[in-house]
């Protein structure tokens, strides 16, 4: 990993691959902390990947030795309400129609962790490490992030995390489901999984991870799902996929 003094400091930068975008956190002089400025271009950058048809799968990494630490909270102050922000980014990010997938490779630190958890899946590095200070500097955390702890990471955890203010290491964040898994090369593990799912039939994947998440939150729109179901079930892209799996052939799926 290289020093944080030998890589620029940007804002977010996105890369839109064949059918992967890859969002790239860019500030390791900072641990990745993201101004009001930052957000507002990872709103920017969240909506082209939601408008890019061809994009199935969102990589979301950092450079340096951080992933994020959340707030830049030289910029915080009674003039602006820098959780409604972040959860503005994070509800976003949990609401993309792309599957997602977090590549941990160090300190995931306040806001970070919302971001993360707003991920479909998490891939982390023994070096990671997970802490919101929140309570500590008197700040009160916002309905998003707490929804989505105690959704994810259930009440006790989310209360360790949150009201005890307790660090969290790379063991104990896979304990408790913060990790999706644990690897020494979270990157490759990272374009692994992407390139797989990337593979897989858009029309079934994209609509199941919405029904999904609505599942999650008590909130399933029944005829939706009948609707996705009726559509995959009519698509070409199943008898694509049966004829492949006849054959032992992979699979050339076109979203239709």
């Known amino acids: 990993m290289s020093s944080p003094a030998a890589l620029p400091s940007l804002p977010p930068q996105l890369d839109l691959t064949g059918s992967i975008a890859r969002l790239t956190l860019h500030r390791p002089e900072a641990a990745n902390?993201?101004?009001?400025?930052?957000?507002?271009?990872?709103?920017?950058?969240?909506?082209a990947v939601e408008q890019a048809a061809s994009i199935r799968v969102l990589v979301l990494r950092a450079v340096g030795r951080s992933f994020c630490a959340g707030f830049d909270l030289r910029e915080l102050s009674g003039q602006?309400?820098?959780g409604a922000r972040f959860e503005a980014v994070a509800d976003r990010l949990e609401n993309?129609?792309?599957i997602t997938v977090c590549c941990l490779?160090?300190?995931?630190?306040?806001?970070?962790?919302?971001l993360a958890l707003a991920c479909d899946f998490r891939i982390g590095s023994p070096a990671c490490e997970m802490f919101v200070p929140a309570v500590r500097l008197g700040l009160h955390y916002y309905g998003g992030a707490m929804q989505?702890?105690?959704?994810?990471?259930?009440?006790?955890?989310?209360?360790?995390?949150?009201?005890?203010?307790?660090?969290?290491s790379a063991a104990e964040m896979l304990a408790c489901g913060f990790l999706t898994e644990l690897s020494d090369a979270p990157a490759i593990l990272c374009e692994a999984l992407s390139e797989r799912l990337a593979g897989f039939a858009p029309l079934a994947l994209l609509p199941m991870k919405?029904?999904?998440?609505?599942?999650?939150?008590?909130?399933?729109d029944s005829q939706?799902?009948?609707a996705d179901i009726a559509q995959?079930?009519?698509?070409?892209?199943?008898?694509?996929?049966?004829?492949?799996?006849?054959?032992?052939?992979t699979p050339g799926f076109q979203g239709r």
């Not at 902390?33 to 909506?47: G, K, N, P, T």
């Not at 995959?232 to 052939?249: F, I, V």
């Open 33 to 47: 902390r993201l101004s009001l400025a930052d957000l507002a271009v990872l709103e920017a950058h969240l909506e």
């Open 80 to 82: 602006n309400d820098p």
């Open 96 to 98: 993309l129609r792309q």
């Open 105 to 114: 490779e160090g300190g995931v630190y306040g806001g970070g962790t919302d």
């Open 148 to 168: 989505r702890c105690v959704q994810r990471l259930g009440l006790q955890a989310a209360k360790r995390l949150l009201l005890a203010a307790e660090p969290f």
């Open 210 to 220: 919405q029904h999904l998440n609505a599942l999650a939150r008590h909130r399933l």
């Open 224 to 226: 939706q799902l009948a």
């Open 232 to 249: 995959s079930l009519q698509s070409e892209d199943l008898a694509e996929g049966a004829d492949a799996w006849k054959a032992q052939r």
